[in-house]
């Protein structure tokens, strides 16, 4: 029995932050899976790390021998530069730490502008006003001089100061300065709807949707590569750029969701737990283990059975992968401008991919790549974990 995936709310989250909580699902994944404990003592560092603040001083404690606990360390250690709030919004949304409620302790203090402590979490359903208490926060920062100047009879100590943004009570110095806040105010309302939509939607779909992207983590540099993967792999990297760019999310945050996706959905569909990667040479049938082999990859003795069920759980992500295209393209249709196939069934991973060429036994070996270098480059850090020893 795997443990449900955790909710990603965003706006609480640092870039940093938002790796751990993606990285400590992939370990509880793997030790719900396993039962090893190797990983138990991964999502525990990860839990502290969280707990205790990520952006500050890091101390480890304990035995950190084992390679899966080592690598653990020092993503967290990466994790703490990415200070960047995680759905692109000025840093003074989240908090320094992440406790059990994972609200933590709140990201400022009152004397600077309003607190974030008492603003609710987006995709929060109690709380139907969350997109208005965080667009008044923004609209603070953008003009705090005025607030400070002016004084207007709501304060920045009052949590439902946004309630005072509109009331005929305010005493503005002139339409013009009321007229921009207000517009402000009501763009920002607008962009924090959005978000809290797409917020909950990818909570709802992305792992779903994951092994529609199955080539996205095979490395560029392999030259064995045949033509029909390679188009995918390039269509499939740039799916997880335009659901990135969509939720203002970073490219390597989303490149692990989708991971921890295809990890899960492989695990509860009867492949086993199997990265994409190795995914991929599955589907490849036969000339799978030739591939591997050229690949350097890791993976040995799979079965027509697992081809069968790999198949299955591709064609479930792109059911997924329409519904959650078609809502979302509606509030941010930019970004996928350049992937006009991202929902279609052409754009899937499909066992005749890796049958448009011949293996040639005589093409180059891939370059050897550091694991460590490759998977935290691409985005994949969780990945690290399922190749450490068991």
């Known amino acids: 029995m795997l443990r449900p995936a955790t909710f990603i709310p965003a706006n609480r989250l640092s870039d940093g932050q938002m790796n751990l909580v993606l990285l400590r699902d992939n370990a509880r994944i793997l030790g719900d899976y396993s039962g090893l404990q190797v990983y138990k003592k991964a999502e525990t560092l990860i839990d502290n790390a969280l707990y205790y603040g990520i952006h500050g001083s890091l101390n480890f404690s304990g035995d950190l021998r084992e390679d899966v606990l080592q690598r653990t360390a020092a993503i967290i250690k990466q994790a703490k530069n990415k200070t960047r709030n995680a759905m692109g919004i000025d840093q ?29 979490l987006l995709g929060d359903e109690a709380d139907p006003y969350a997109a208005e208490k965080w667009a008044y926060l923004e609209v603070w920062k953008k003009h705090r ?87 995918k792999r390039v269509l499939h990297s740039g799916g997880i750029s335009a659901l990135a760019e969509a939720g203002l999310f970073q490219r390597e945050n989303m490149s692990l969701w989708v991971e ?50 790999l198949v299955v759980a591709i064609t479930a992500a792109l059911g997924a992968i329409v519904t959650l295209v078609g809502a979302v393209r509606n509030k941010r249709p930019a970004p996928f401008a350049s992937a006009q196939l991202i929902d279609t069934k052409e754009y899937s991973a499909d066992e005749s991919d890796w ?7 005589l093409q180059p070996t891939p370059e050897t790549t550091d694991n460590t270098t490759l998977y935290l480059a691409a985005g994949a850090a969780a990945l690290l974990l399922l190749n450490g020893k068991k």
């Open 92 to 120: 003074f949304g989240f908090s320094a730490s992440i406790g059990d409620d994972q609200k933590g302790r709140g990201g400022t203090n009152n004397a600077a502008g309003p607190g974030a402590t008492n603003i609710p």
């Open 145 to 231: 001089a005025f607030f400070n100047a002016w004084k207007p009879a709501f304060k920045e100590t009052d949590k439902n100061g946004w309630q005072g943004m509109t009331q005929k009570s305010v005493k503005w110095p002139n339409q013009d300065a009321k007229d921009k806040i207000l517009a402000y105010f009501a763009d920002r309302v607008a962009f924090f709807k959005d978000q809290n939509f797409v917020i909950k939607t990818y909570n709802q779909s992305i792992e779903k949707s994951g092994h529609h992207f199955l080539y996205h983590q095979i490395d560029r540099k392999w030259q064995g590569v045949p033509n029909r993967v390679d188009f």
């Open 260 to 309: 921890n996706g295809i990890l899960r959905k492989n695990i509860e569909g009867g492949v086993g737990a199997e990265s994409s990667i190795n995914s991929s040479f599955i589907l490849a049938g036969a000339s799978g283990e030739a591939y591997q082999s050229q690949y350097q990859a890791a993976i040995k003795g799979f079965t027509p059975d697992q081809i069968i069920k």
């Open 355 to 361: 049958k448009q060429l011949t293996l040639d036994p």
